[in-house]
Nanobody
């Protein structure tokens, strides 16, 4: 099982980007799908998470600006980011809890995609 994140890039402050993360390999079920980010010199932080039932949660700093969604048919998660600020600059990572073998859950990480917001 591998996760492939994409969609990062350079954007001006106030602009928008949408990140995507898709799974390849055998998947029986996926529980939570989560986006994290790590800014230069800082610890990795949770940005947004979505459960298998669709419930969502966000860190306070992105509330109202970012939207997380999932497509269970495609085993994919998305992060729509708007009103971007320079402090949103970071490498964004996707994470999923995946059952690829019966009764065996494992956490998987994508490779990260860089988002740079210029002021």
């Amino acid at each position: 099982v591998q996760l492939q994140a994409s969609g990062g890039g350079l954007v001006q402050a106030g602009g928008s980007l949408t990140l995507s993360c898709a799974v390849s390999g055998r998947v029986i079920s996926i529980d939570a799908m989560t986006w994290y980010r790590q800014a230069p010199g800082k610890q990795r932080e949770l940005v947004a998470s979505i459960g298998d039932g669709g419930s969502t949660s966000y860190t306070d700093s992105v509330m109202g600006r970012f939207t997380i969604s999932r497509d269970n048919a495609k085993n994919a998660v998305y992060l729509q980011m708007s009103s971007l600020k320079s402090e949103d600059t970071a490498v964004y990572y996707c994470n999923m809890n995946i059952m690829s073998r019966p009764f065996s859950w494992q956490s998987y990480w994508g490779q990260g995609t860089l988002v740079t917001v210029s002021s």
